[in-house]
Structures are given as C-alpha cells and as structure tokens.
C-alpha cells in the first residue's frame, strides 16, 4: 500500500475520532486528534504520486528537520521514528546487506550497530527520517523521497556518481531508506551499473534480489529505465 493510502486512512480515523469527541462535548480532548488529522491529510495530499512534494517536511541536506517542521509535521515524524524501529525489532532480518564489495543496502540505521563495517558513507533516501548524529555530514548525500515513491533520475544520477568517487577512494557505501526495499534498493541498482558491476538496471535488480529481499514497484522501475536512457543518450553525446 502507498503512503498516500496509509495516511490517508489514518487522517479519516483522526478526523472521524475528532467529530464524535466533539459530539461528546470532549472538545479540549479533541483538539490533538484534530491536529493530527489534518497533518495526516497534508502528508496524504503532499505524498500523492501525482503531486509528490517530499520537501514540504523541510528535511535539509545534512538530514535534520527545521524547527517549523518538528511542530507542524511532529506527529507524523515521531510516527514514522516509532513505527521503523518498532518494524525493526519485529523483522527478522538484516539492517543490511553487502551487495557487492564496499556497497551496502539497508534500512534507517538509528543505532551505531546498524551501520555497516568500514565507517560507510551514507546515502539516505529517506524523506521522514533523520540522519543519526553518527553518520558525519560530509559522508553523508541525502535525497528526500517519500516511501514507495523513487528519487528522480538525475538524483540517481548524482548518487551513483557520489557512490563511485567514494568506491575510488576505497570508502565503503551504505544506501538506505527506512527498511532497505524500495526506494535504497532502486538507488543501489543504478549504483551496480555505473560500478560496471552490472550491464543493465535489469540485470542490477537481479544481483540485489540475490542477497537481499526487496520490493521495488513500477515506479522504482519505470524511473530506472529514464535514467538508463539519459545515461545511455549522454554517453552518446560524448
């Protein structure tokens, strides 16, 4: 199910809570549901495929969350926090996983343990969630993306690029969005082609489902295959 599905379900809820406390005469107690219904609402509309505005939560390049964004969005932050560590525990498998030599994908690592060997770089690729205070900035690229949504291609673009230049240097890799399936494991593809390691993004999406369980959709795809043409079309221009 999409985010924009999720939330909006969740802002139908609040706001259907809202009204009956109201009705009850609970209007003090009504107050945080309403709050929380109309947050719900404006992540619903701002998540939506057709609008997609990820940089309405204010995540900034470094991966922290402006003050104006932790009031207005703050029970959707905390909500996304709660429920990725609470997914985690509740998983059973990895945080991550090598894909290939010095490249990892995985989820949101909100614990020192979670990164993997080596004092990684970090691509984050989540829109919801902080960079953990760990992860130093200038080993860190961020590209806001909401979940089941997917970076643009000259995002991806960049991020292979950042990702090889960190593989010349012999720094080991680690992309990552809350749980390391769909938005990270579409990033990871393109990285696998410009490293050579892979001839297609095709072929690249098979080498990760090989150490990884993922769940890349239509999107994550249909955006892989722009980019492979604009990657494809560059390389003839030159």
């Known amino acids: 199910m999409g985010i924009s599905k999720v939330t909006g379900t969740a802002a139908t809820a609040f706001l259907v809570i809202s009204v009956s406390l109201w009705e009850l005469g609970m209007r003090i107690v009504t107050l945080p549901f309403l709050f929380t219904g109309i947050v719900a609402c404006i992540v619903t509309f701002a998540s939506h495929d057709a609008v997609n505005?990820?940089?309405?939560?204010?995540?900034?390049?470094?991966?922290?969350?402006?003050?104006?964004?932790?009031?207005?969005?703050?029970?959707?932050?905390?909500?996304?926090?709660?429920?990725?560590?609470?997914?985690?525990?509740?998983?059973?498998?990895?945080?991550?996983?090598?894909?290939?030599?010095?490249?990892?994908?995985?989820?949101?690592?909100?614990?020192?343990?979670?990164?993997?060997?080596?004092?990684?770089?970090?691509?984050?690729?989540?829109?919801?969630?902080?960079?953990?205070?760990?992860?130093?900035k200038d080993e860190y690229l961020c590209f806001a993306t909401w979940d089941t949504r997917a970076p643009t291609p000259s995002q991806i673009e960049l991020a292979a690029r950042w990702a090889c230049e960190k593989r010349s240097k012999g720094k080991p890799v680690y992309v990552h969005c809350a749980f390391g399936h769909g938005r990270s494991a579409c990033v990871v593809c393109a990285v696998l082609v410009a490293l050579g390691v892979a001839e297609t993004w095709k072929d690249a999406e098979n080498i990760v489902r090989e150490r990884r369980k993922i769940k890349m959709n239509a999107l994550h795809r249909k955006t892989l295959e722009e980019w492979s043409k604009h990657r494809a079309a560059q390389k003839k221009g030159n």
Request: net charge positive; charged share 20%; hydrophobic share 45%.
């Open 53 to 136: 505005l990820p940089w309405i939560l204010g995540k900034n390049s470094v991966g922290r969350f402006p003050f104006w964004s932790i009031i207005l969005f703050g029970p959707f932050l905390m909500l996304a926090r709660t429920y990725a560590m609470v997914k985690r525990f509740m998983r059973k498998e990895s945080v991550h996983d090598k894909i290939v030599e010095g490249l990892y994908l995985g989820g949101w690592p909100f614990l020192l343990k979670h990164l993997p060997p080596g004092n990684p770089s970090v691509i984050d690729c989540t829109c919801e969630l902080p960079r953990s205070s760990f992860v130093p």
